[in-house]
């Protein structure tokens, strides 16, 4: 199946740091939606993007729909310890999801944050 | 509370057993979802389910067989003819169509084939 490129795969940042990380693709999608995961859980629903050019806040998180439909961003501000864990993007609608509702997922990005 | 639970969080199997794994919501949510999670990897789909008594396959159903009798529960069984069973099994669900397609997950069940 298809996935998303999503990077880095990794960060290690202090504490109060900004954090950036996005995900691409070669195909378009209609939906956009960041999850993040801690360890030994479920991921939890974050931001949910519909429309190119979008941006979307929740917090201290910002979101953007990339305006080609092919690519996403995550932005994390004055990170706090509690922002560790793995953040996931995932797609929906494009052309070879044939519209459907089920999601394309990115491998995630492990963020650790040192106090 | 709604949400979707999982049961159990941690199960351990010989090799050659079925086995089966619990997953409830209650959103009232008409699709439900099964993905596997294998470390350092994204989630891939094993099969879903947009209405009771129907489902499809997604991209890594062999070895997996499920069934919705009911709007609320979706299990999922692990055959013995599933190569690479141990894992961590996530379930989730939506709503079907209103342009609507975030997912909720249930806690996962971590499991271990010996």
């Known amino acids: 199946g298809q996935q998303l490129n999503q990077s880095p795969q990794s960060m290690f940042i202090q504490e109060g740091e900004d954090v950036s990380m996005n995900c691409t693709s070669s195909?378009?999608?209609?939906?956009w939606l960041w999850y993040k995961q801690d360890p030994g859980e479920g991921p939890v629903l974050l931001i949910a993007?519909?429309?190119?050019?979008e941006l979307t806040s929740n917090g201290r998180l910002t979101a953007q729909f990339g305006i080609t439909r092919k690519d996403s961003f995550l932005n994390i501000s004055a990170s706090i310890p509690s922002d560790v864990g793995i953040y996931f993007c995932?797609?929906?609608?494009?052309?070879?999801?044939?519209?459907?509702?089920?999601?394309?997922f990115g491998k995630g990005t492990k963020l650790t944050v040192n106090p | 509370d709604g949400g979707i639970t999982q049961s159990p969080k941690y199960l351990f199997r010989k090799e050659g057993q079925n086995v089966t794994l619990s997953c409830e919501q209650n959103?009232?949510?008409?699709?439900m979802y099964w993905y596997r999670q294998d470390p350092g990897q994204g989630l891939r789909l094993i099969y879903y389910?947009?209405?009771?008594?129907?489902?499809q396959k997604g991209d890594i159903a062999e070895g997996y067989s499920v069934s919705r009798e009911k709007k609320e529960s979706f299990p999922l069984t692990v055959t013995s003819a599933q190569k690479n069973p141990t894992a961590f099994y996530l379930c989730?669900?939506?709503?079907?169509?209103?342009?609507?397609?975030?997912?909720?997950f249930g806690p996962g069940t971590r499991l271990t084939v010996t």
């Open positions: 195909s378009i999608f209609n939906t």
């Open positions: 959103l009232n949510h008409d699709a």
């Open positions: 989730a669900s939506s709503i079907v169509g209103g342009g609507a397609y975030e997912q909720y």
């Open positions: 995932a797609g929906q609608g494009g052309l070879t999801q044939g519209g459907s509702e089920k999601l394309v």
């Open positions: 389910s947009q209405i009771v008594n129907d489902f």
């Open positions: 993007l519909y429309k190119a050019g």
